[in-house]
């Protein structure tokens, strides 16, 4: 007898939900492990207790598999386990091969052994949906977001805050030399620190934005920020965010994205995200600043925002963000 296990999860407790979710784990179990129903004995399933409304082992018998011996129970509630979590258990005769277990959805994070450490580069121009992706992403796959913007924005603050003039490549080494550029971690959330305090809030500026920019054009500063970010990514599987990440940072990263999107989609998003924070600024400013920030960030000579050869490229012009998670998601498990 042979056991290939599995888990999912599913976004709330309704029968489609559930059924969509069982139809998928089976059917990636099966086409993973080069089997169909014929050589399964027995599929057992548990679910956590805030899954109520449909049975698994039903929603197997609905996919087709109408032979085999089904069995579906509930598992006890546990504080702090995994929310809405589908497992199983398939169980053949024979295998051909070693069991491929098959982990989707937020269950990926359950199975460390079974998932290799991996990095995921997110690469894309101001306003494209990279750092609010990421971070959904990151938190799904369960592992650390890093926001290599907010560490160019810290070394923009450091200067500004030492009344440099960021035009001047001299000047800005020497602060950024003196500076103590950090990101620490509490509850998954990236908090990055300049000079012992946290700055996460106040690099949110349109002028830090601009400035960051400018001062990430300069070798000194790229060399420091980029020794940290592979530091970083050497040490755990982690999604990073940036411009360079999939050309320059981490050329061998195992997933690769760029996101795109129109520059009016671009200005009309970060208009809304800036009236949230209290900063409101016309749509033409905004329009123009990010034309700007993109012609800097491109046209610099070292590392400049560009489509790694090896990157999937998605123009998030008409998604919404769940659409965009899930095409990341899916393409990162057709692959783990
Ligand atoms: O992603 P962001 O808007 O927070 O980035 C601010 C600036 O930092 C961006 O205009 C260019 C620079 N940057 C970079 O050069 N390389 C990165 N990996 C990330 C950001």
Sequence with gaps: MKAIRGATTVKCDSPAEIKTAVFELLREICAKNGISEGDIEFILFSNTDDLRSYYPAKAAREAGFSVCSLFSAAEPHIDGSLKHCIRVMVVCDELKTAPKHVYLNEAINLRRDLTKKFNVAIDGPAGSGKSTVSKIIAKKLGVLCLDTGAMYRACALACIKNGINISDEKQVEGAIAAADIAVKYSDGRQTTVLNGDDVS????????????????????????????????????????????????????????????????????????????????????????????????????????????????????????????????????????
């Design 201 to 336: 809030e106040v690099i949110r500026t349109p002028d830090i934005s601009m400035a960051a920019s400018t001062v990430s054009k300069y070798a000194f500063v790229r060399g420091k920020m980029v020794d940290l970010q592979r530091k970083i990514a050497k040490e755990q599987s982690c999604v990073l965010d940036g411009r360079d990440i999939g050309t320059n940072v981490l050329p061998d990263a195992e997933f690769k994205f760029y996101l795109t999107a129109s520059p009016a989609v671009r200005a009309e998003r970060r208009m809304k995200e800036n009236k949230l924070k209290g900063i409101n600024q016309p749509y033409d400013v905004i329009l123009k600043d990010i034309s700007l920030r993109d012609e800097q960030d491109k046209t610099r000579e070292i590392a400049p925002l560009k489509k790694a050869a090896d990157a999937i490229e998605i123009d998030t012009s008409d998604l919404n963000i769940e659409e965009v998670c899930d095409l990341i998601i899916k393409k990162i498990q057709e692959k783990i």
